[in-house]
């Protein structure tokens, strides 16, 4: 099934403006993040093998089966909060080691992501917040980038970095500076402009005592 323009461009509308909520507001909804990033993992899994066992000749029960899947996996993560933040530590660990790997066009071994998801993991495990702001800000960042930049042009994968060699140096450049300085502004915005929730708190309670 081919999308139309019409859908395609209202797609991208939307990864935008969910990518930039993420940038900007990821600390603050991160157990919706984490649902929703559960959902596409447990529904891509299931999919997955649901196609490869049936062939692909039945879609409807692979969709079912997707759809009940991304909900178990979501649910899974929304509960499980301390495994969710691990993994999500790890993957952005991966994705990062990945992306400096591409960007110098050098070739690893997989068993190398290994260091990078276990660092990154235990990262966001013990500093929650600042891990927490910092992989929600640049990771919305970049894919507002890659979603803005395939609305414009679309004959390359926003999944694959090796597009960054058929698209010249300049635009290279404007790219990355472009997810650096969107990154760096959601960073800021979520850890220093908008005040500490347990500050909140204690001003409320303490005004509520001398009845204010």
Excluded: H
């Excluded at 969910?18 to 507001?25: A, N, P, T, Y």
């Excluded at 990945?98 to 990154?120: D, E, K, R």
């Excluded at 970049?142 to 926003?158: C, E, G, H, K, Q």
């Amino acid at each position: 099934m081919t999308l139309s323009p019409l859908m395609y461009n209202f797609l991208l509308t939307a990864v935008v403006l969910l990518s930039l909520l993420i940038c900007f507001f990821g600390y603050r909804m991160f157990r919706f993040v984490l649902a929703i990033g559960g959902f596409i993992i447990g529904a891509s899994f299931v999919a997955g093998f649901g196609f490869t066992l049936t062939d692909g000749k039945e879609i409807v029960v692979i969709l079912i089966a997707a759809v009940a899947g991304g909900l178990i996996v979501g649910a899974l993560f929304l509960f499980l909060y301390s495994s969710g933040v691990f993994l999500v530590g790890a993957i952005f660990g991966i994705l990062l080691f990945s992306g400096i790997i591409g960007f110098v066009n050098s070739n690893t071994s997989p068993i190398l992501y290994i260091l990078p998801a276990l660092v990154g993991g235990i990262l966001a495990l013990l500093l929650q917040k600042f891990m927490i702001i910092l992989i929600t800000s640049f990771t919305g960042a970049w894919v507002s980038v890659m979603a803005v930049l395939y609305f414009i042009n679309r004959d390359f994968s926003p999944f694959r970095l090796e597009f960054l060699d058929l698209i010249g140096e300049n635009q290279t450049y404007r790219i990355v500076f472009s997810w650096l300085a969107l990154g760096m502004l959601g960073f800021i915005t979520q850890y220093i402009v908008f005040p500490k929730k347990g500050k909140n708190t204690e001003a409320v309670a303490l005004s509520d005592e001398q009845g204010v």
